[in-house]
């Protein structure tokens, strides 16, 4: 049995959560929030990986497998027009929450 997802942190709840192509398919492909907010932070905010990988509370590793599958299914729905939608995923929101000994949530 896998052990269990440990949560990431997020500082971003996107307002949009779903993209449609102009001539509507029927597939769609799931973004989870965690894959977005590593989009956000390593091409958005243009920060290392490792940067971004504390930002999240993860491994740098475990960062780069959450990257690489969120720019694979972004990849998808731009080539194939796939309707992409945001949801889900082992997260936990701390928008502007001060944390012990942790930075606080910037750009949120």
Do not use: N, W
């Amino acid at each position: 049995m896998p052990r269990p997802r440990r949560l990431r942190r997020v500082c971003f709840r996107p307002r949009v959560t779903c993209y449609r192509p102009e001539i509507l398919g029927s597939e769609v492909v799931i973004l989870t929030i965690d894959e977005v907010e590593a989009i956000r932070l390593k091409d958005y905010e243009d920060l290392s990986q490792i940067e971004a990988a504390e930002r999240m509370h993860i491994s740098q590793p475990t960062f780069q497998r959450i990257y690489k599958s969120a720019r694979r299914k972004i990849a998808d729905a731009i080539v194939s027009g796939k309707i992409m939608r945001i949801e889900g995923g082992p997260c936990m929101f701390e928008s502007g929450m001060r944390l012990r000994r942790r930075r606080r949530c910037r750009g949120a």
